[in-house]
Each structure stands twice: as structure tokens, then as C-alpha cells.
């Protein structure tokens, strides 16, 4: 039970009459009521939870459980797709490496190494064009969009572009890793280098491999293969691997279908079982408490009395034969046996309040009222009638219970004090209970966080209260009195 302090001024509980039930909390610049005790504004503590009819769990249904099964499966299938998607291109990208890696080496094997010459290596016209004439005789231009012959300083031997040739450029690590291992480096380019400049396209493959001259110098073959068999292949991949995921989700899902509609019907039975459990506690609870009540009313409650009328008329008689002492004795017994009468008939009212439930909440209060026998303690009763407050059931009992605990309290431990308890309708849907006191009052939060074996139904009152629509605080203060106040609203206070 978590309190929650606040700060709203309250006055001093007034004596003589009810507390103001439209606003709890008037101002403190108001008349005095009660001298002294009108200076002490004890704030407001809320002792109820804050409770919601949304705190309590949905009921199962079937349509919802299916449909958060089938936004998971789209979701899965989304993140799969890609998943998929990054995976595909991946793996297209490798292969597209591969093959143009491939590619690369049957060229600069079979047409690159057999045309190289001195003359070439020399930057010779003539030597250059016959080159270019061999490459466009041997290259398919759809595949093989670029070729380039570089010598290891930089300089551009030959190119498919002219204006690259005769130009020298600063080798890049690939390059250089390229001749210096000698390897073939294969790599997807994205055209950023300055060498790049008359190439279309956001990317391409690119392929560096050495190549050599009769006399054994190193050149560098380099050539660029379309990116476009890639797109196509990463498209091809990511549809096959799309279609074994999504095949597989829907198998899941026909699968797990009829295994959840298994569960959820399974689920329901023991919902509607255990709700039906718990109505069968509270009814039975009802009934023996019901039980106990006529119990003690027929059998202990009926033989007390006639033991009181018993013991006071043989007290009579023994006043008349003029033995006093016995007299005083037998009347002390039968004082004694009318105290546990009224006891057991508070306890009576306290286990099944017959008002409440017969003749509604007002007249339970009034017995409530009548019920209290302590020394120095007035109760003053203020309610609307039953039509103008019209409370639902569980409200009756509620503020029943409220109001049972809280002119207790008063009269165990107020001391000698007015109580006055009011009940009225504050709005079109609200209904308020103030049970105020004039008496000694207590520290609430201190209470409230570690109450002492007398104030222990506090802690009981705040679990009471702690239902949808309905907030019970206290605005109390040692010697300031108590005032308690139970606000219910909406469907908690009042019959549709």
C-alpha cells in the first residue's frame, strides 16, 4: 500500500457539524471554529492505491492472441527479408569478385601477356594501337566495361579511354599489394579515386593482376566488369531464399495454429473455472459469515439475554430478603452479561450487517451509529437518502466498511470526541463519506509506514479502498483531530 503525500491546507475538523462535502479542503482564512485547534492545517495523505480498471488483465480472446501471432510471423518475415536482402547482395558480390577475378587471369593468360612487347612497355604509338586493336578484338564491351595497362610507377601504358593514356596517377594500396605479392586483387569499386573520372555507374567490379614482359618487367593488368550481374544475381538469391523463409513461416504458422487455438480454449476454461472458484469463496464467505451471524444471534445472543433477566430478578429477590451484598453481586453479574450482549451484537453487525444489505447503506450507518459505546464519544449522522445516493453494491459495502473502520478507530482512540459522519451525492457520478473527529489525532504517515498493533486496520482500510474509482485519504495531525474522506466515482458510486 503506497501513501502518497500531498499538500492540499485542510482545517481542523469542526465539532458541531458535518465537513463541507463539495470541497474537503476549504480555505484556512475562513472563521474559526474551534479556537486554537483551527490554526493546526494538517495536509492531505492519500493512503489509497491508485487503481485502474485497466490494471487488471484482459480476458483471453482468440482473435487477439491469433492476430499478435500474425503480426509476429509479418514482423519475423520482414526482418528475415532483410536479413535476406544484405545476405544476397553479399553473396552476389563475392561471386560477381570471383568471376571477374577469373576472368581476369584468362584474359592477361590468353591475350594481355602474348601481346606485350618493349615497345609497348615504352609508350610506342604505334605499339599502343596495336594493342587496343588485340583487346577490342578479344573483350566483350557488355562485360568488360574498362582496361587499363599500368606501369609500376603509375604511368597509364594503355586504356580503352585514350585520355587516360600518357597520364600518371599514385597507386593505391590494392594496386600496390597487387604487384608487389604478385597476386590478383578483385574488389567492388565505387569510382571515388581521381582515376575513375570517365567511368559511369555508382560501382563496379575491379580486378588488378600483374602481367610481364619478355624481357621481365612487371606491368599491371587492371580491367572493370559491369556491376550489373550482380543486381541480377543478389535478385535471383534473395527470391529463392525468400521463398524456402516465407514457405517455411506459413508451415510454422499451419502448425502452431491449431496448437494455440488449443491452448486459448484450454486457457479460457480455466479463466471462466477460476472465476467461478472465486465467486464461489466470496459467496461461501458471505454464507458463513451469514451463518455464524444467526448462529450467535439464535443461541448465545438469546441465552445471555435470558440469563441477564435471570440474574437480575434473582438479584431483585435478594434485595427483597435483604441480603445486600448478594443483591450487588448478582446485579454486577448481570451488568457483565448485558456487556457481552452488546458486544456480540456489535460483532454481530460487524460479520453480516442485516441493515446493509435489507434496508441499504443509510440505515447501516445509522445502526453503525447507535452501535458505538464508548465513554465521551457523540456520533452525528449526515447522509442523502438511498434514491439521491443510489451506490451500487460493492460501493454500500465499501463506505459500510469505511465508515465501521473509521468510527472505531475514533472511539478506541480519539478519546472524548465528536464524530460526525456524512455521506452525499458531490456530483452526477461521485459520492463522497466524511467521518470527521474533533479528537486527539495521530502522525498518518508515520501510521501509514509502520502502524502500531492498534492503528493495523488503517493498513486494511487502504487495502479496502484500493479499487477502480475510489480514493480514501486522511488529513490528520496530533492534536488537530481526524478527518477521513472516501470519494468514489463513476460506475464504483453510482447505479446506472
Known amino acids: 500500500m503506497g501513501t502518497d503525500p500531498t499538500t492540499e491546507p485542510h482545517p481542523a475538523p469542526s465539532p458541531t457539524g458535518p465537513a463541507p462535502v463539495g470541497d474537503p479542503a476549504p480555505s484556512p482564512t475562513g472563521p474559526d471554529p474551534v479556537g486554537d485547534l483551527a490554526r493546526v492545517e494538517p495536509a492531505w495523505v492519500t493512503v489509497s492505491r491508485t487503481v485502474t480498471a485497466d490494471d487488471d488483465p484482459p480476458p483471453v480472446r482468440p482473435r487477439r492472441i491469433l492476430a499478435q501471432l500474425a503480426a509476429g510471423v509479418l514482423a519475423a518475415m520482414v526482418l528475415v527479408g532483410v536479413l535476406g536482402a544484405v545476405a544476397a547482395s553479399t553473396l552476389a558480390e563475392r561471386e560477381a569478385v570471383n568471376d571477374a577475378a577469373s576472368m581476369a587471369g584468362v584474359i592477361a593468360e590468353a591475350v594481355v601477356q602474348p601481346a606485350m612487347t618493349d615497345a609497348l612497355m615504352a609508350g610506342d604509338p604505334e605499339a599502343v594501337d596495336d594493342f587496343d586493336r588485340t583487346m577490342s578484338r578479344s573483350l566483350d564491351p557488355e562485360t568488360v566495361v574498362r582496361v587499363k595497362l599500368w606501369r609500376p610507377d603509375g604511368y597509364v601504358l594503355y586504356a580503352d579511354e ?32 581521381s582515376e575513375n573520372q570517365f567511368e559511369q555507374g555508382d560501382k563496379l567490379v575491379e580486378v588488378y593482376r600483374p602481367v610481364w614482359m619478355p624481357d621481365g618487367q612487371t606491368a599491371l593488368f587492371e580491367i572493370y566488369v559491369s ?16 521463398g524456402v523463409t516465407a514457405s517455411s513461416l506459413l508451415l510454422f504458422v499451419l502448425i502452431v495454429t491449431p496448437l494455440v487455438l488449443a491452448l486459448l480454449r484450454r486457457l479460457r476454461r480455466a479463466e471462466v473455472h477460476r472465476v467461478a472458484l472465486l465467486q464461489r469463496a466470496v459467496d461461501a464467505s458471505s454464507d458463513e459469515r451469514r451463518r455464524i451471524a444467526a448462529t450467535l444471534h439464535d443461541g448465545p445472543v438469546q441465552e445471555l439475554a435470558a440469563t441477564s433477566f435471570t440474574v437480575a430478578g434473582a438479584s431483585a429477590t435478594a434485595a427483597a430478603h435483604g441480603d445486600a451484598t448478594l443483591a450487588r453481586d448478582l446485579g454486577a453479574a448481570a451488568g457483565a452479561v448485558r456487556a457481552s450482549i452488546r458486544s456480540l451484537r456489535t460483532l454481530l453487525v460487524d460479520l453480516h450487517p442485516p441493515a446493509l444489505s435489507r434496508s441499504g447503506v443509510v440505515a447501516a450507518l445509522a445502526d453503525l451509529a447507535q452501535s458505538v459505546r464508548a465513554e465521551d464519544v457523540v456520533v452525528r449522522l ?3 437518502s438511498e434514491d439521491e445516493l443510489a451506490l451500487t453494491e460493492d460501493a454500500q459495502r465499501l463506505v459500510h466498511r469505511v465508515a465501521q473502520e473509521c468510527v472505531r478507530n475514533a472511539a478506541r482512540h480519539a478519546g472524548p470526541a465528536e464524530v460526525t459522519l456524512t455521506l452525499h451525492r458531490t456530483g452526477p457520478e461521485t459520492v463522497a463519506l466524511d467521518v470527521v473527529d474533533d479528537g486527539l489525532g495521530f502522525d498518518a504517515e508515520a501510521v501509514l509506514a509502520d502502524p502500531e498493533p492498534g492503528h493495523l486496520g488503517t493498513r486494511l482500510l487502504a487495502e479496502a479502498a484500493s479499487v477502480p474509482g475510489a480514493r480514501l485519504r486522511v488529513a490528520t495531525a496530533p492534536g488537530a483531530g481526524t478527518h477521513w474522506r472516501l470519494d468514489l466515482d463513476g460506475p464504483m458510486g453510482v447505479r446506472a
Not at 599514385?170 to 571515388?192: F, K, Y
Not at 556491376?227 to 525468400?242: D, H, I, M, N
Request: net charge negative; no cysteine; aromatic share 8%.
Open 162 to 193: 585514350p585520355q587516360l593514356i600518357g597520364r600518371t596517377f599514385t597507386l593505391d594500396d590494392d594496386q600496390r599489394e597487387a604487384l608487389d605479392g604478385p597476386t590478383t586483387v578483385a574488389e567492388i569499386s565505387t569510382l571515388e579515386a
Open 227 to 242: 556491376y550489373e550481374p550482380v543486381a541480377k544475381r543478389t535478385g535471383q538469391l534473395w527470391r529463392g531464399f525468400a
Open 382 to 384: 449526515d447522509t442523502d
